[in-house]
């Protein structure tokens, strides 16, 4: 059986972590922002780990 390939689109939304955590971006940066205060914005520029059951679906897809 040959190996299955990694999907790609996937791949390049995600960052795998060495404890084989999924990160992911935050939504909601695209436009609108200057409205918001200091703190939401910070908020958005760091990346928000995915929910567990989300996390074993794409380490699958991924094949780590």
């Given at each position: 059986?040959?190996?299955l390939k990694t999907?790609?689109?996937l791949a390049k939304k995600i960052?795998?972590?060495k404890n084989k955590k999924v990160l992911r971006r935050?939504?909601?940066q695209n436009h609108y922002n200057s409205?918001?205060?200091g703190k939401v914005g910070r908020e958005k520029?760091?990346?928000k780990r995915l929910?567990?059951?989300d996390e074993k679906n794409v380490l699958k897809?991924?094949?780590v």
């Open positions: 059986m040959p190996k999907k790609k689109a960052k795998i972590t935050s939504t909601g409205k918001e205060n520029k760091g990346d929910f567990k059951a897809r991924m094949q």
